[in-house]
């Protein structure tokens, strides 16, 4: 069975630092593109950023871009969002997401259990 292992969050002041793993088991993991979401309290999940299979191709929400980058390591099956700059609007729970095929075409069929990441003012 397909796991997805979220690991890295916490709370960090506004300005700080912070990088979620993710981590595939029961996976070709070099085969599928990957996405980041987050869900602040009280809001819908939101679309962070994401990355192709070969980790060549990135993108990511305007609210982010400069701050957050998504990286991958096939060899250790692990995807990476790593997050400076953070500001309190980053608090949410982060999930990682494992598209169905190996471009970011927005249609994912495995998430993680997601990991809290609360930023203080």
């Known amino acids: 069975q397909v796991q997805l292992i979220v690991s890295g969050g916490g709370l960090v002041q506004a300005g700080g630092s912070l990088r979620l793993s993710c981590t595939a088991s029961e996976l070709t993991f070099s085969f599928y593109a990957m996405a980041w979401f987050r869900q602040a309290p009280g809001k819908g999940l939101e679309w962070v950023s994401a990355?192709?299979?070969?980790?060549?191709?990135?993108s990511n929400v305007d609210s982010v871009k400069g701050r957050f980058t998504i990286s991958r390591d096939n060899a250790k099956n692990t995807l990476y969002l790593q997050m400076s700059s953070l500001k309190p609007e980053d608090t949410a729970v982060y999930y990682c997401a494992k598209e169905v095929t190996e471009v970011t075409w927005g249609e994912y069929d495995y998430w993680g259990q997601g990991t809290q990441v609360t930023v203080s003012s």
């Open positions: 990355i192709d299979s070969g980790g060549g191709r990135t």
